[in-house]
């Protein structure tokens, strides 16, 4: 399985991003995965998790601003990012949940105050 994460910019606080996750060379629907971040000097952190038959997780720093979804269709998660925050700076990762893959390169996101 090859994951590609993209859609990462700098954006100002208050701004909006959506990140795109493309899952390649699997079989089955994305199911299970979830977005992660590192910050800079920090832990890698789990941010959101969909999963079919359980409720969707997100961070308690994040509820109510991020959304995450899936389009098996185009073999693609997203992670909708609004209301960003300087602290939302980081590098995001998707992986399943827990983490199973390669992490590949991420996508940074760089919010300004």
């Known amino acids: 399985v090859q994951l590609q994460a993209f859609g990462g910019g700098l954006v100002q606080a208050g701004g909006s991003l959506r990140l795109s996750c493309v899952v390649s060379?699997?079989?089955?629907?994305?199911?299970?995965m979830g977005w992660f971040r590192q910050a800079p000097g920090r832990q890698r952190e789990l941010v959101a998790v969909?999963?079919?038959?359980?409720?969707?997780y997100y961070a308690n720093s994040v509820t109510g601003r991020f959304t995450i979804s899936v389009d098996n269709a185009k073999n693609t998660m997203y992670l909708q990012m609004n209301s960003l925050k300087p602290e939302d700076t980081a590098v995001y990762y998707c992986?399943?949940?827990?983490?199973?893959w390669g992490w590949g390169q991420g996508t940074l996101v760089t919010v300004s105050s």
């Open positions: 969909i999963d079919t038959g359980s409720p969707i």
């Open positions: 060379r699997s079989r089955f629907p994305i199911n299970g």
């Open positions: 992986n399943k949940d827990p983490p199973l």
